[in-house]
Antibody, heavy 119, light 111 residues
Framework: EVQLEESGGGLGQPGGSLRLSCAAS????????MTWVRQAPGKGLEWLSY????????YYADSVKGRFTISRDSAKKSLYLQMNSLRVEDTAVYHC????????????WGPGTLVTVSS | QSVLTQPPSVSGAPGQRVTISCTGS?????????VNWYQHLPGTAPKLLIY???YRPSGVPDRFSGSKSGTSASLAIAGLQAEDEADYYC???????????FGGGTKVTVL
């Protein structure tokens, strides 16, 4: 069983930056692709970003492309999301999830961390 | 506007069967890419219910089943229980976007 825990959320300023982390335990972290998904208040889930197990393939939704950067550190069993040029519409709960190799679904999820962007 | 289309809500009495539809296009479900389903209570971790169209992860009751045909998919919940009240999302891959896509979500209410 995989356990994931996100951290790094909080209040960010419009135009500012935040860095989210996702710590994994109980798994061979390096075997999994990883993804970030968010849910804005009153909205549905949005697939934001993906990184494969090697860190060589990444994907970004158009809504965050050029502003957010996904990365991973297999030695630390951690996933990151560097969020720059924050916008009010980035306010959401951010979840990380493991993605089995060659698949496009999240099979283990963290409870999420809340990011609020406001001046 | 979500890439995959779901009804906003469905409801049923305890013990009834409800279905949730998920309609996509030739660049996702019809490509054909597999469809996955999640159960989510806001503020908690989403839970994978169905993967690869019709497979259940260990621990998911067999009351939940998935199917896919053409550019659409559906999730069925048989023997509806009060604990099934939640939001349900379909998800697939879209080759024109190059990543995962979700439906807008369906709220299931147990009457």
């Amino acid at each position: 069983e995989v356990q994931l825990e996100e951290s790094g959320g909080g209040l960010g300023q419009p135009g500012g930056s935040l860095r989210l982390s996702c710590a994994a335990s109980g798994t061979l972290f390096s075997n999994y692709g990883m993804t970030w998904v968010r849910q804005a208040p009153g909205k549905g889930l949005e697939w934001l970003s993906y990184i494969d197990s090697f860190g060589g393939t990444v994907y970004y939704a158009d809504s965050v492309k050029g502003r957010f950067t996904i990365s991973r550190d297999s030695a630390k069993k951690s996933l990151y999301l560097q969020m720059n040029s924050l916008r009010v519409e980035d306010t959401a709960v951010y979840h990380c999830a493991t993605v089995p190799s060659g698949r496009y679904y999240g099979d283990n999820w963290g409870p999420g961390t809340l990011v609020t962007v406001s001046s | 506007q979500s890439v995959l289309t779901q009804p906003p809500s469905v409801s049923g009495a305890p013990g009834q069967r409800v279905t949730i539809s998920c309609t996509g296009s030739s660049s996702n479900i019809g490509a054909p890419y597999d469809v996955n389903w999640y159960q989510h209570l806001p503020g908690t971790a989403p839970k994978l219910l169905i993967y690869d169209n019709n497979y259940r992860p260990s621990g998911v009751p067999d009351r939940f089943s998935g199917s896919k045909s053409g550019t659409s998919a559906s999730l069925a919940i048989a023997g509806l229980q009060a604990e099934d009240e939640a939001d349900y999302y379909c998800q697939s891959y879209d080759n024109s976007l190059g990543g995962g896509v979700f439906g807008g979500g369906t709220k299931v209410t147990v009457l």
